[in-house]
């Protein structure tokens, strides 16, 4: 189990996250800072951060046992148990071990004069681990989503500007990408073919929250909730299907 954190002070300590990795059996097996990167980072704020976690989205990869997680920096960190534990016994900020920035979101936007510093908003990777998903951007319509090889940190695909928020791929060919507000669209994408499999908007019959939904993988379906309370259950037309 990974849970969040935060100061619950006002102003700048709004800035200062932790991620506990706690085991089935409730004991605490990680408590990481979340730092910024080298490059980006200023001291005079807490943990390094000019920019509020508005978000903080984070992963786990159970196959490397390393945690992910994207800043408002717009850089993708990855610590190791190595970088974890250098992170947790030590108490300066400056020298805690703030993992190895593996993706930097770039906006294509000519609105931005500062193209590595897209806030973060949703991330997500692929079962095997092999590929990342991670929304940036500024609200007010310069949101983008991004795919990147884990092990190359490259940037294999980024979209055109759309507010895309909440992210969850379960499968190597699946995405599934909820936007930012209650009346964002809610995207199921076949990410091997790159076609839209089901799309929802606000207004439609077939509306879905773009925040409220889950994933089942075993039975290859996605429940979100719809309009009027109502709990809808999305499935391939050919029947159950693992992912």
């Known amino acids: 189990i990974v849970a969040s954190y935060k100061n619950n002070m006002e102003g700048p300590n709004l800035y200062d996250r932790r991620l506990i990795i706690y085991e089935a059996t ?33 992963a786990y990869n159970a196959r490397k046992k390393s945690l992910v997680v994207a800043t408002a920096h717009g850089r993708v960190h990855e610590l190791d148990a190595a970088a974890m534990a250098q992170n947790q016994r030590t108490a300066l900020a400056e020298a805690k071990n703030a993992g190895t920035v593996i993706f930097t979101a770039l906006s294509t936007s000519d609105d931005m004069q ?14 095997d681990g092999k590929t990342g998903f991670v929304s940036a951007g500024f609200e007010g319509g310069y949101i983008q989503l991004y795919a990147f090889d884990a092990a190359t940190r490259r ?6 500007l759309f507010d895309a928020g909440t ?30 499999v089901f799309v929802s908007e606000d207004q439609s019959e077939e509306y879905v929250h773009p925040s409220i939904f889950d994933v089942n993988p075993a039975n290859r379906e996605v429940a979100g909730l719809g309009s009027n309370g109502s709990l809808l259950l999305i499935r391939p037309r050919t029947g159950l299907m693992r992912w």
């Open 114 to 127: 500062t193209k590595d510093r897209q806030t973060s908003r949703g991330l997500a990777l692929s079962p």
């Open 26 to 58: 409730g004991k605490k097996a990680a408590d990481v800072q979340v730092i910024a990167d080298k490059q980006t980072a200023n001291w005079d704020q807490p943990a390094g951060f000019e920019i509020g976690h508005m978000q903080l989205p984070y």
């Open 155 to 160: 940037e294999v695909f980024h979209s055109t």
């Open 167 to 196: 992210l969850i791929a379960p499968s190597g060919d699946t995405l599934v990408v909820g936007g930012m507000f209650s009346g964002a669209k809610f995207l199921i994408v076949d990410t091997r073919a790159g076609k839209l």
